[in-house]
T-cell receptor
Framework: DTAVSQTPKYLVTQMGNDKSIKCEQNLGHDTMYWYKQDSKKFLKIMFSYNNKELIINETVPNRFSPKSPDKAHLNLHINSLELGDSAVYFC?????????????FGPGTRLTVL | GQNIDQPTEMTATEGAIVQINCTYQTSGFNGLFWYQQHAGEAPTFLSYNVLDGLEEKGRFSSFLSRSKGYSYLLLKELQMKDSASYLCAGGGADGLTFGKGTHLIIQP
């Protein structure tokens, strides 16, 4: 059974489009995250979401918005895609929001903006 | 915020031992994590240190010195499958902050 799953695995789209990436975890965790890993492999936190509390990394453009229909899902919606948005996006989850928790990562979504 | 620093790349020989160092500056330190990431795959958890000292887990060990803001990951009996990036991450008030990762190349 996959613990943290993401769809799609690959996403190729044109500049200016709007797209969504879905994430689901079946671990019963309370907290979920979105990370962006750029071409230099630098993994950077974008959002964390816990019991309807959203913590946003201030460097994330407001074109990016997380949406959580329930505790097991945290989707990422991106408006007006730009070339610089091309990266691998990882979803992760942890039991609680404490930073002492191990995080479990999804397989990643490789987004390419043309 | 946090500042995590680790070498960009290291090379080691199969069967040998390698130590990957990480220094950190953090506010509200909550522990130090090491993750392994193979090319094209997701990071996977290796270890967590919150107290000073060495944590051993099979061929992998991780060390922490809070007073020095320093950690290392020690890999013994290196195997070709250990070729990967190793990410140091600090837990703090702002959540987890990852370093840029150390790309470890294992040579036969």
């Amino acid at each position: 059974d996959t613990a943290v799953s993401q769809t799609p695995k690959y996403l190729v789209t044109q500049m200016g489009n709007d797209k969504s990436i879905k994430c689901e975890q079946n671990l019963g965790h309370d907290t979920m995250y979105w990370y962006k890993q750029d071409s230099k492999k630098f993994l950077k936190i974008m959002f964390s979401y816990n019991n309807k509390e959203l913590i946003i990394n201030e460097t994330v453009p407001n074109r990016f918005s997380p949406k959580s229909p329930d505790k097991a899902h945290l989707n990422l919606h991106i408006n007006s895609l730009e070339l610089g948005d091309s990266a691998v996006y990882f979803c992760a989850s942890s039991p609680t929001s404490g930073s002492y928790n191990e995080q479990f990562f999804g397989p990643g979504t490789r987004l390419t903006v043309l | 915020g946090q500042n995590i620093d680790q070498p960009t790349e290291m090379t080691a020989t199969e069967g040998a031992i390698v130590q990957i160092n990480c220094t950190y500056q953090t506010s509200g330190f909550n522990g130090l994590f090491w993750y392994q990431q193979h090319a094209g795959e997701a990071p996977t958890f290796l270890s967590y240190n919150v107290l000073d000292g060495l944590e051993e887990k099979g061929r992998f060990s991780s060390f922490l010195s809070r007073s020095k803001g320093y950690s290392y990951l020690l890999l013994k009996e290196l195997q070709m499958k250990d070729s990967a990036s190793y990410l140091c991450a600090g837990g703090g008030a702002d959540g987890l902050t990852f370093g840029k990762g150390t790309h470890l190349i294992i040579q036969p």
